[in-house]
């Protein structure tokens, strides 16, 4: 028997299907996932700072937090999976799970060999990937990936930060100790090279290799083991920081550390109070417990990026944000006094760099004198010119 | 406002250059000087500067809540409000005496804030909660809490009392207002780091400045849609410098005045065109701006430089700058 649908219940379905539609094109839904590789923690280090179990989460959280604030009147509704993978777990496969479950964007701290493959996969799913602490200049060069996104600065970005520094201060003649981590000669080859753009002299080289906890014996090795040429500053690579800790006070010569340790070029720190960073500092600290570290700014700021793109280029198609994130159209506000944008030949996120001693701010680089004819953040870093990434035009 | 220029013109035998054009339309707004007192809150003083503003003179300074900043006289000019942030409250000097005689209840670091020409609701943006308070000013009472975009910072209020706005920075919104509702009815999504809003005269646009973007957006208020935009260029100053925030719309509803924060320089705009006219060099990070009652001057907050700076109107030239304390912030004006 055919059932006769009456008009009134006719148009009141119809009414319903509409409005379900208009429901959907106004809630859309955007899934972030933010994945970890854990590595083991250093022996030496234990019984110093607490080991951060949430490094990266806790900053990608409060972006979407932030985001959803704005997505209250943009209809979106952002989410977050959080993935950490622990030591001796696979990566890869954790990564590949994500992208099935369809994940577009993706925030990775992960170690580099990780990030090798994962840019390949991204490349090949057509899924965006946002590197919050792989600071190796190779991934803005060489190894560049298609879909990959450096939020946190490079090394390069960050020895170059010191040069300017450095040079406004005439302190030209560095002494360059070096650990033996690839991490350390990493931050070490960049140094070098932001000394030879700035004019600056590494007078004296050394490798620290001693293995030891240096804490005991600090005193009685580190006055020797820095004898040698004169210098203005020891310029320490020891990115875990098993000894440029100890550097301080102890050196042979009256000079001041930096680099890894003492006055140290970063993204992020907890003493930054300027443009309206505590703001950030206060609603972190509230979320967290804790003060924000680099890799979670980076983190916030990949999400922020996602959100900015999504509100205005008025899609949730990673293709779609990529186009407007690369556009000059796209711009993202960092406490940092200046708006932030992608370099379109390495898609580094271009940033100031603060330099700071643990308790202060001593300066926020570029200085406005190192001039550029783009914009002077691109005093930092590989510019142009100098990139062989294979996408650069 | 054309057929104005006219007579002067004729009389004045001036070559009608575009900028002789403004500063007539500017001159027949002025008869003459009269005194004003200027209060500017003194963010890193915790302290309130008393200025003589025709004699470009400080009175005196008067202790106030812990890191004061925005701040309003009452409708009937006998109370001045501050809003001190790190006290988590607005509070009520004596415009006589100026002592604190209270305190409203604001929210968490109330930041800016303004009258509604009731002269009773007053609305502060609460930079940590992401809401804007309403402020019953007689029951001294806390009428609603709206919630808006991340980080609220800029308020202004329509002269009709129609539409309250605010801009929220980390969202990038403007969040309209309806005060009959006590709720957001509409959004407008503006450049990076909104900071301040100006209704024009006539209430039909809404000028907003992005810190970030380094941008003036002009706002159709009846469609909501931003109509125009114009980015600002200064010769010789790097574009990220170029940080605009405080803005004040002239009555003559011909020019709007915005300051351009570490840029060290005010921007007189024509709001027909949305082209600049001039920049004025004043102090270190211009932040806020305030018209004398008489409209013979604008003064400008320089926070860094730690001074104000007095513009002549008549000639659009900067005649003064006065050391008040550490790091002016807001800035009002009284008739006396």
Redesign the interface.
Same mark, same amino acid.
């Given at each position: 028997m055919r059932k006769k649908i009456s008009l009134p219940g006719f148009f009141l379905l119809l009414s319903w299907l509409l409005m379900s539609s208009q429901v959907q094109a106004n809630s859309s839904i955007v899934n972030i996932a933010f994945l970890a590789e854990k590595v083991p923690a250093q022996a030496a280090l234990s019984n110093l700072d607490p080991v951060l179990i949430d490094e990266g989460v806790q900053g990608a959280l409060l972006g979407i937090k932030?985001n959803n =604030? =704005?997505g209250?009147? %943009?209809g979106h509704q952002y989410n977050l999976k959080s993935i950490e993978v622990l030591v001796g777990d696979d990566v890869v496969a954790a990564f590949e799970s994500l992208v099935e479950a369809g994940y577009q964007y993706l925030i990775v701290d992960v170690q580099p060999a990780t990030l090798q493959q994962l840019l390949i996969i991204a490349r090949e799913k057509k899924v965006l990937l946002f590197n919050a602490s792989a600071a190796q200049g190779e991934f803005r060069n060489a190894d560049c990936g298609t879909n990959l996104f450096h939020i946190i600065p490079s090394y390069e970005m960050r020895a170059d930060a010191l040069a300017q520094f450095m040079l406004k201060k005439r302190w030209n003649k560095w002494f360059l100790v070096k650990g033996n981590t690839p991490d350390d000669l990493s931050f070490a080859k960049a140094i070098k090279r932001s000394a030879k753009r700035f004019g600056m002299k590494i007078v004296e080289e050394k490798s620290w290799s001693f293995q030891h906890d240096t804490r005991r014996t600090a005193q009685a090795e580190i006055p020797v083991f820095t004898q040698g040429k004169e210098y203005d500053v020891l310029i320490v690579a020891d990115v875990k920081g098993l000894f440029g800790d100890y550097l301080a006070m102890n050196t042979w010569l009256p000079r001041p550390i930096a680099g890894t340790q003492g006055l140290v070029p970063r993204a992020w720190h907890r003493t930054h109070e300027r443009w !309206?960073a505590v703001?950030m500092q206060? $609603?972190f600290y509230k979320q967290a417990g804790r003060w924000m570290s680099d890799v979670d700014y980076a983190s916030w700021l990949a999400v $922020?990026t996602v959100g900015?793109a999504v =509100? $205005?280029a008025k899609s949730i198609d990673s293709m779609a944000i990529k186009k407007f994130i690369l556009s000059d159209r796209f711009?993202?506000?960092g406490f940092k !006094? =200046? +708006?932030l944008t992608f370099r379109t030949w390495n898609q580094q996120l271009r940033q100031p760099v603060l330099l700071a001693t643990p308790r202060s701010i001593v300066s926020v680089l570029p200085h +406005?004198e190192f001039l550029h004819p783009l %914009?002077?953040?691109d005093t930092l870093g590989y510019d142009k010119p100098e990139s062989t990434c294979s996408f650069n035009q | 406002m054309i057929s104005l220029n006219r007579p002067v013109h004729l009389t004045n035998n001036i070559p009608p250059t575009p900028m002789n054009k403004y500063l007539l339309l500017l001159a027949l707004c002025v008869s003459s000087s009269f005194a004003d007192t200027l209060y500017i809150t003194l963010e890193k003083d915790n302290a309130l500067a008393v200025v003589d503003g025709l004699n470009g003179q400080l009175i005196k300074t008067v202790p106030l809540g812990q890191r004061p900043r925005g701040l309003a006289l009452s409708k009937d000019e006998t109370l001045l409000y501050v809003a001190a942030s790190d006290d988590d409250t607005i509070q009520i000097l004596d415009l006589k005496t100026l002592k604190v005689v209270g305190d409203l209840p604001a929210g968490e670091d109330p930041e800016t804030f303004r009258i509604h020409p009731n002269g009773r609701w007053l609305y502060v943006s609460n930079e940590d909660d992401n809401i804007v308070t309403v402020v019953d000013l007689e029951k001294k009472s806390v009428i609603t809490e709206i919630a808006v975009g991340v980080e609220p910072e800029g308020i202004a209020i329509s002269s009709d009392g129609l539409w309250v706005v605010n801009t929220s920075e980390t969202t990038n919104m403007v969040h309209w207002i309806d005060p009959m509702q006590q709720r957001i009815t509409d959004n407008t999504l503006v450049d990076p780091r909104p900071r301040a809003a100006e209704f024009s005269v006539d209430n039909q646009s809404l000028f907003v400045t992005s810190e970030i973007a380094g941008t003036l957006s002009r706002i159709n208020v009846s469609s909501k849609q931003v109509e125009e935009q114009l980015s600002f260029h200064i010769p010789g100053v790097d574009k990220e410098l170029i940080q605009p925030v405080g803005v004040l719309a002239h009555p003559n509803k011909t020019l709007l005045f915005v300051a351009l924060g570490p840029a060290n320089r005010v921007a007189v705009v024509d709001i027909q065109k949305m082209e600049v006219i001039k920049y004025l060099l004043v102090g270190q990070r211009v932040w806020n701006l305030a018209f004398s009652p008489d409209l013979t001057r604008l003064y400008t907050t320089n926070g860094v430089s730690n001074d104000i700076s007095v513009i002549d109107l008549g000639s659009l030239k900067v005649t003064k700058s006065l050391r008040v304390g550490h790091y002016p912030w807001g800035i009002t004006v009284k008739n006396d």
């Open positions: 932030d =604030t =704005t209250q009147f %943009t !309206g703001q206060n $609603r $922020r900015e =509100t $205005r711009s993202l506000a !006094g =200046t +708006k +406005k %914009t002077y953040l | -």
